[in-house]
Protein backbone atom coordinates (compact mmCIF):
# COMPACT_ATOMS: atom_id res chain seq x y z
CA UNK A 1 0.00 0.00 0.00
CA UNK A 2 1.82 3.12 -0.96
CA UNK A 3 1.42 6.47 0.79
CA UNK A 4 -1.80 8.43 -0.26
CA UNK A 5 -2.16 11.94 -2.29
CA UNK A 6 -4.70 13.48 -0.18
CA UNK A 7 -6.74 16.17 -2.25
CA UNK A 8 -9.42 18.78 -1.52
CA UNK A 9 -11.35 21.64 -3.62
CA UNK A 10 -13.58 24.27 -3.67
CA UNK A 11 -16.65 24.41 -5.68
CA UNK A 12 -16.14 25.67 -9.20
CA UNK A 13 -18.02 26.35 -12.57
CA UNK A 14 -17.78 22.70 -14.55
CA UNK A 15 -17.18 22.91 -18.13
CA UNK A 16 -19.56 22.82 -20.79
CA UNK A 17 -22.60 23.51 -18.29
CA UNK A 18 -24.24 26.24 -16.07
CA UNK A 19 -23.60 23.63 -12.91
CA UNK A 20 -21.17 24.03 -10.28
CA UNK A 21 -18.87 20.99 -8.97
CA UNK A 22 -16.58 19.96 -6.10
CA UNK A 23 -14.90 17.85 -8.62
CA UNK A 24 -11.53 19.33 -9.16
CA UNK A 25 -9.40 18.85 -6.66
CA UNK A 26 -5.12 19.57 -6.16
CA UNK A 27 -3.08 18.10 -3.55
CA UNK A 28 -3.19 19.20 0.33
CA UNK A 29 0.08 21.15 1.15
CA UNK A 30 0.01 20.61 4.57
CA UNK A 31 -2.22 18.32 7.73
CA UNK A 32 -5.69 18.86 8.25
CA UNK A 33 -8.48 18.41 10.38
CA UNK A 34 -10.92 15.12 8.72
CA UNK A 35 -14.31 15.55 10.49
CA UNK A 36 -17.44 13.76 9.93
CA UNK A 37 -18.87 15.01 6.88
CA UNK A 38 -15.12 15.66 5.14
CA UNK A 39 -11.52 17.06 4.93
CA UNK A 40 -11.13 20.17 5.78
CA UNK A 41 -11.34 23.28 2.97
CA UNK A 42 -13.17 20.58 0.71
CA UNK A 43 -16.43 21.27 -0.79
CA UNK A 44 -19.54 19.69 -2.87
CA UNK A 45 -21.18 21.51 -4.87
CA UNK A 46 -24.65 19.76 -4.55
CA UNK A 47 -25.60 18.47 -1.05
CA UNK A 48 -28.31 16.39 -2.30
CA UNK A 49 -26.05 14.13 -3.96
CA UNK A 50 -22.21 14.26 -2.38
CA UNK A 51 -20.89 14.71 0.19
CA UNK A 52 -22.55 13.91 4.12
CA UNK A 53 -21.62 11.48 6.79
CA UNK A 54 -21.83 8.40 4.79
CA UNK A 55 -19.60 10.00 1.61
CA UNK A 56 -16.98 12.37 3.61
CA UNK A 57 -13.67 10.97 1.72
CA UNK A 58 -13.76 9.55 -1.66
CA UNK A 59 -11.10 7.00 -2.44
CA UNK A 60 -10.26 6.61 -6.55
CA UNK A 61 -7.43 3.89 -6.93
CA UNK A 62 -4.23 5.39 -8.92
CA UNK A 63 -4.38 1.87 -10.36
CA UNK A 64 -6.90 2.55 -12.61
CA UNK A 65 -5.26 5.97 -14.30
CA UNK A 66 -3.16 3.38 -16.51
CA UNK A 67 -5.86 1.32 -17.85
CA UNK A 68 -7.92 4.47 -18.53
CA UNK A 69 -5.29 6.09 -20.78
CA UNK A 70 -5.00 2.99 -22.68
CA UNK A 71 -8.67 3.19 -23.29
CA UNK A 72 -9.17 7.29 -23.81
CA UNK A 73 -5.01 8.80 -24.74
CA UNK A 74 -3.60 10.90 -22.17
CA UNK A 75 -6.84 13.34 -21.26
CA UNK A 76 -5.29 16.45 -19.12
CA UNK A 77 -7.88 14.75 -16.26
CA UNK A 78 -5.43 11.96 -16.11
CA UNK A 79 -2.68 13.60 -16.19
CA UNK A 80 -2.26 13.43 -12.41
CA UNK A 81 -4.24 12.31 -8.94
CA UNK A 82 -7.76 14.24 -8.40
CA UNK A 83 -9.24 13.56 -12.05
CA UNK A 84 -12.12 11.77 -10.59
CA UNK A 85 -12.63 14.55 -8.05
CA UNK A 86 -11.22 11.65 -5.11
CA UNK A 87 -10.15 13.02 -1.61
CA UNK A 88 -7.75 10.34 -1.80
CA UNK A 89 -5.34 8.73 -4.46
CA UNK A 90 -3.21 5.83 -3.92
CA UNK A 91 -1.92 2.46 -4.94
CA UNK A 92 -2.71 -1.07 -3.90
CA UNK A 93 -6.31 -1.52 -2.74
CA UNK A 94 -9.24 -1.48 -5.70
CA UNK A 95 -12.72 -2.69 -5.73
CA UNK A 96 -11.86 -6.18 -5.91
CA UNK A 97 -10.28 -6.19 -2.55
CA UNK A 98 -11.72 -3.99 -0.58
CA UNK A 99 -14.97 -4.66 1.02
CA UNK A 100 -17.84 -2.54 2.53
CA UNK A 101 -16.99 -2.62 6.00
CA UNK A 102 -13.25 -2.44 6.25
CA UNK A 103 -11.74 -0.39 8.76
CA UNK A 104 -8.57 2.18 8.23
CA UNK A 105 -6.23 4.44 10.27
CA UNK A 106 -5.37 7.00 8.17
CA UNK A 107 -3.12 9.67 10.22
CA UNK A 108 -5.18 10.24 13.26
CA UNK A 109 -8.28 9.59 12.24
CA UNK A 110 -10.82 6.24 11.39
CA UNK A 111 -12.44 5.22 8.24
CA UNK A 112 -14.86 2.70 7.39
CA UNK A 113 -15.71 1.88 3.55
CA UNK A 114 -19.41 2.68 3.44
CA UNK A 115 -20.26 1.96 -0.60
CA UNK A 116 -18.98 2.65 -3.79
CA UNK A 117 -19.34 5.34 -5.88
CA UNK A 118 -22.55 5.87 -8.44
CA UNK A 119 -21.13 8.08 -11.61
CA UNK A 120 -22.69 11.32 -12.38
CA UNK A 121 -22.85 13.16 -15.30
CA UNK A 122 -20.75 15.74 -14.17
CA UNK A 123 -18.07 13.44 -15.31
CA UNK A 124 -18.72 13.62 -18.48
CA UNK A 125 -17.95 17.59 -18.56
CA UNK A 126 -14.92 17.06 -16.67
CA UNK A 127 -13.43 14.45 -18.88
CA UNK A 128 -14.82 15.86 -21.67
CA UNK A 129 -16.14 12.41 -22.99
CA UNK A 130 -19.95 12.25 -23.84
CA UNK A 131 -20.42 8.85 -22.02
CA UNK A 132 -17.43 8.52 -19.12
CA UNK A 133 -20.08 8.06 -16.18
CA UNK A 134 -21.42 5.14 -17.61
CA UNK A 135 -18.08 4.30 -18.76
CA UNK A 136 -16.95 4.55 -14.97
CA UNK A 137 -20.26 2.32 -13.99
CA UNK A 138 -19.97 -0.16 -16.64
CA UNK A 139 -16.40 -1.10 -15.81
CA UNK A 140 -16.65 -0.94 -12.18
CA UNK A 141 -13.81 1.33 -11.73
CA UNK A 142 -16.14 3.91 -9.37
CA UNK A 143 -14.07 3.70 -6.59
CA UNK A 144 -15.37 4.43 -3.16
CA UNK A 145 -16.60 6.23 -0.17
CA UNK A 146 -15.65 6.62 3.93
CA UNK A 147 -17.62 7.18 6.55
CA UNK A 148 -15.19 8.57 9.63
CA UNK A 149 -15.69 6.90 12.73
CA UNK A 150 -13.31 8.89 14.72
CA UNK A 151 -11.99 12.28 13.53
CA UNK A 152 -8.26 13.03 13.38
CA UNK A 153 -6.00 14.70 11.53
CA UNK A 154 -4.61 13.69 7.65
CA UNK A 155 -2.12 14.27 5.62
CA UNK A 156 -0.25 13.26 1.96
CA UNK A 157 2.32 10.62 2.74
CA UNK A 158 0.04 9.13 5.45
CA UNK A 159 -0.60 5.71 4.42
CA UNK A 160 -4.10 3.76 5.30
CA UNK A 161 -3.86 0.93 7.53
CA UNK A 162 -6.34 -1.97 7.83
CA UNK A 163 -7.59 -2.08 10.95
CA UNK A 164 -10.23 -4.72 10.80
CA UNK A 165 -12.63 -6.10 8.83
CA UNK A 166 -16.32 -6.46 9.38
CA UNK A 167 -17.52 -7.95 6.29
CA UNK A 168 -14.77 -9.37 3.99
CA UNK A 169 -16.97 -11.74 1.50
CA UNK A 170 -18.99 -8.13 0.23
CA UNK A 171 -16.16 -6.79 -1.89
CA UNK A 172 -17.43 -3.63 -3.55
CA UNK A 173 -16.70 -5.24 -6.89
CA UNK A 174 -19.61 -7.56 -5.58
CA UNK A 175 -21.67 -5.12 -4.67
CA UNK A 176 -21.16 -3.51 -8.08
CA UNK A 177 -22.09 -6.78 -9.94
CA UNK A 178 -25.36 -7.06 -7.60
CA UNK A 179 -26.35 -3.37 -8.50
CA UNK A 180 -25.03 -3.13 -12.06
CA UNK A 181 -24.55 -6.37 -13.49
CA UNK A 182 -26.85 -9.01 -12.12
CA UNK A 183 -29.15 -6.75 -11.20
CA UNK A 184 -32.25 -8.94 -10.15
CA UNK A 185 -30.50 -11.80 -8.57
CA UNK A 186 -32.76 -12.05 -5.44
CA UNK A 187 -30.30 -13.86 -3.01
CA UNK A 188 -27.66 -11.05 -3.85
CA UNK A 189 -30.35 -8.80 -3.02
CA UNK A 190 -31.24 -9.88 0.53
CA UNK A 191 -27.74 -10.06 1.51
CA UNK A 192 -27.54 -6.43 0.67
CA UNK A 193 -30.58 -5.70 1.95
CA UNK A 194 -29.81 -7.00 4.92
CA UNK A 195 -25.99 -5.79 5.22
CA UNK A 196 -26.03 -3.20 7.90
CA UNK A 197 -22.84 -1.71 7.29
CA UNK A 198 -23.50 -0.97 4.07
CA UNK A 199 -24.61 2.57 3.08
CA UNK A 200 -28.64 3.10 3.92
CA UNK A 201 -28.55 4.53 0.30
CA UNK A 202 -27.36 1.01 -1.01
CA UNK A 203 -29.77 -1.40 1.47
CA UNK A 204 -33.01 0.87 -0.25
CA UNK A 205 -32.08 -0.13 -3.92
CA UNK A 206 -32.20 -4.17 -3.35
CA UNK A 207 -35.14 -3.63 -0.90
CA UNK A 208 -36.73 -1.36 -4.00
CA UNK A 209 -35.81 -4.05 -6.48
CA UNK A 210 -37.10 -7.12 -3.76
CA UNK A 211 -40.21 -5.87 -3.59
CA UNK A 212 -40.60 -4.12 -7.33
CA UNK A 213 -39.10 -6.60 -9.37
CA UNK A 214 -37.58 -3.86 -11.48
CA UNK A 215 -34.02 -1.67 -11.40
CA UNK A 216 -34.21 1.83 -11.51
CA UNK A 217 -33.90 3.87 -14.72
CA UNK A 218 -30.29 5.72 -14.18
CA UNK A 219 -30.24 7.96 -17.42
CA UNK A 220 -30.53 11.32 -15.75
CA UNK A 221 -27.62 9.82 -13.34
CA UNK A 222 -25.39 9.52 -16.10
CA UNK A 223 -26.59 11.70 -18.67
CA UNK A 224 -28.79 14.16 -17.35
CA UNK A 225 -27.52 17.83 -17.71
CA UNK A 226 -29.22 19.71 -14.70
Not at 44 to 70: F, I, N, S, T
Not at 141 to 146: E, F, L
Amino acid sequence: MSAVTLLTGRATSLPGSEALSGIFKTPADRPLRLGPEGIEGDEQADRRVHGGVEKAVHHYPLDHYPLWREELGHLPALGAPGGFGENISASGLTEATIAVGDLFRLGTALLQVSQGRQPCWKLNHRFEVPDMARRVQQTGRTGWYYRVLEQGVVATGDRLALVDRVAPEWTLHRLWRALYVDRLDLDELKGMAALDVLAEGWRKYAVRRLSSGRVEDWRNRLDGTA
